[in-house]
């Protein structure tokens, strides 16, 4: 049984930084891709960031990029993802996800997390 447990969000001002986590079990986590994708209130939950099975290819929104750095620690089974600058448009709850298939589809990502809210105050 997969389970995917994030962490690290919290409360922050305009401009800056958290480090939120993702830690995995019940999988071979070097297999897989993992996602990060956020909800705001009253918005459909939208794609963050993506890393491959090794790390060595990473995409990213285009509302993060430059900004935002996703990493992974396999030895660790943890997804990571740096969150810099940040802004009150980013306040949302955030969820990690796993897939075997294209990164780019939510569709593809097959276990999520229960979530962690990240909120931005300007």
């Known amino acids: 049984q997969v389970q995917l447990v994030e962490s690290g969000g919290g409360l922050v001002q305009t401009g800056d930084s958290l480090r939120l986590a993702c830690a995995a079990s019940g999988l071979t986590f070097s297999s897989y891709s993992m996602g990060w994708f956020r909800q705001a209130p009253g918005k459909e939950r939208e794609f963050v960031a993506a890393i491959s099975p090794y790390g060595a290819s990473t995409y990213y929104a285009d509302s993060v990029k430059g900004r935002f750095t996703i990493s992974r620690v396999n030895a660790k089974n943890t997804v990571y993802l740096q969150m810099n600058s940040l802004k009150p448009e980013d306040t949302a709850v955030y969820y990690c996800?796993?897939?075997?298939?294209?990164?780019?589809?939510?569709?593809?990502?097959?276990?999520w997390g229960q979530g962690t809210q990240v909120t931005v105050s300007s």
């Open positions: 996800a796993e897939t075997l298939r294209y990164y780019g589809l939510e569709s593809s990502y097959d276990s």
